[in-house]
């Protein structure tokens, strides 16, 4: 302590030369001629006198010249920056006779009115940290070099950014449209985002989970801002997408704005690529109409398109076979008749005769037998149940599990759906005896069209299956 209060004695000497010593300890301006009447008695390790300047040269030297300005400045990003409470890196040129820098942010090139200059060290680089900036305008940044002497003008870097730390509003989803196919997710539908600044897009991703990404990757919608649905689709806007049918996928979505800051995520609610219409049906889809279904299950055949109909007889029906213009369409074959125009379920001649056992539910199928445009029997139908679908039926006997629901016609002992023994039709409705009325796949022409309904002139015949 003896060496101490020798120093703090020469400080003392010092003053009554009229010097005033500032010294700076541990980041605080001590003054020393306050602390000298507590020199006899206290204990202050903090202060050591040989790292005052000039404390022991007893004169002062006349202040430098301030430092020139930085020759440049410049940010290390321009436009969005998705903070609020930092700035971009500013970085500088260093100028001579600077002892520190300073920097400050305006909303004018070269201004001081959102932060007033303040220490950047002695680097050539500096983030402000712990400032609050306003979001979405654009705020520049400039930079002064500081000595003794003063600060020397500032140095505007070039370009501005904007603050946004502020995440958009998350979407929230409407719909989700029934309409996947092995390429295409179901659509979504939602209402839109809003951002305190600038929305910029969407994100969205597949799982078969809620919120997985096991089908798609989270992937940018581009160009977005403005969309209210979207549907996925395989090599389509950076998207590669492959669905397997009969399994829950689950899309998620959020909005992001221009900064990148991103809102939370929605999920849908769950679509699939359903074996029939009728668990479509089931599922909710009310909605007549052409949908894909993979009657066969994930494996097996690719998933097909198919004709949905969803109200009568309570709905569910999937349309397995439909012959228009019977008069001057004819099958060209039986084997034609089997199975055409798969996935074209509204062409003129139409079959997948051939899947119908793919529908059987507890080991039976329900089938509705149409005539839409008569005339015997517009609009009229047979109603039933058989075991099996009429290609695996052979004639000669009703086929097994027949079971009437509704039947609008007896003509000609209907018993249900067989394979034909006539040359005309693939399939028939009197599977006991030798007619063959109620034909389906017709190769001959039969009278002005089809022995259907109670007469011989219906020019359209469907069969549909749930
Ligand atoms: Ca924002
Ligand atoms: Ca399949
Ligand atoms: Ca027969």
Redesign the pocket.
């Known amino acids: 302590m003896a060496s101490k209060k020798t120093y703090m004695r020469s400080i003392v000497t010092s003053t009554a030369l009229g010097l005033v010593l500032i010294a700076s300890s541990c980041g605080r301006d001590i003054n020393l001629l306050g602390d000298v009447g507590d020199i006899g008695d206290q204990e202050d390790p903090t202060v050591d006198i040989s790292a005052i300047p000039g404390s022991t040269s007893g004169a002062s030297a006349p202040p430098p010249p301030p430092p020139l300005a930085p020759a440049s400045a410049a940010l290390s990003a321009t436009g969005w920056h998705a903070s609020n409470s930092t700035s971009p890196g500013v970085s500088w040129a260093p100028a001579s006779g600077a002892s520190r820098y300073e920097v400050s942010v305006g909303t004018v090139a070269g201004g001081v009115d959102v932060v007033d200059w303040t220490s950047a060290g002695s680097g050539s680089s500096f983030s402000l940290s712990g400032v609050s900036l306003p979001e979405c305008i654009d705020l520049y940044m400039s930079v002064r070099a500081v000595n003794s002497g003063g600060s020397s003008p500032a140095a505007m870097a070039p370009g501005s950014f904007k603050a946004d730390a502020t995440a958009p509003s998350a979407p929230v989803i409407t719909a989700i449209t029934q309409d996947p196919t092995a390429t295409k997710s179901a659509t979504i539908t939602w209402t839109a985002s809003t951002d305190n600044c600038e929305l910029s897009n969407y994100r969205t991703n597949v799982g078969t989970t809620s919120g997985g990404v096991d089908v798609v990757p989270v992937t940018t919608i581009p160009s977005s801002a403005a969309m209210t649905s979207y549907q996925i689709e395989d090599s389509i806007d950076s998207f590669s997408l492959s669905v397997t049918s009969d399994t829950d996928n689950y899309t998620s979505l959020m909005a992001r704005d221009a900064a990148g800051n991103s809102s939370t995520t929605v999920v849908s609610s769950a679509w699939r690529i359903y074996k029939t219409c009728l668990e479509m049906h089931t599922a909710g889809v009310v909605a007549s109409g052409l949908y894909t279904i993979d009657s066969d299950g994930s494996t097996g055949n690719a998933p097909h398109r198919v004709s949905c109909d969803m109200t009568t007889a309570s709905g569910g029906w999937t349309v397995v076979f439909d012959h228009k213009d019977i008069t001057t369409n004819l099958f060209a074959s039986k084997a034609d008749a089997r199975e055409f125009n798969v996935g074209d379920p509204l062409n003129n001649r139409y079959s997948i005769l051939t899947k119908v056992n793919e529908f059987k539910r507890a080991g039976r199928v329900e089938m509705l037998l149409r005539w839409p445009v008569g005339p015997a029997c517009t609009n009229s139908f047979q109603h039933w149940f058989q075991n099996d679908g009429p290609l695996s039926v052979p004639?000669g006997a009703v086929p097994p599990g027949y079971s009437p629901v509704s039947i609008n016609s007896n003509q000609s002992g209907w018993t249900g759906l067989c394979v034909?023994?006539?040359i005309a039709t693939l399939v028939?409705g009197?599977?006991?005896?030798?007619?063959?009325?109620y034909a389906i796949g017709q190769v001959n022409r039969f009278g002005p069209g089809a022995p259907g309904c109670g007469g011989s002139g219906d020019t359209q015949t469907q069969l549909l299956v749930r």
């Open positions: 004639h034909s023994t006539n028939e009197n599977c006991a005896n030798t007619q063959w009325w």
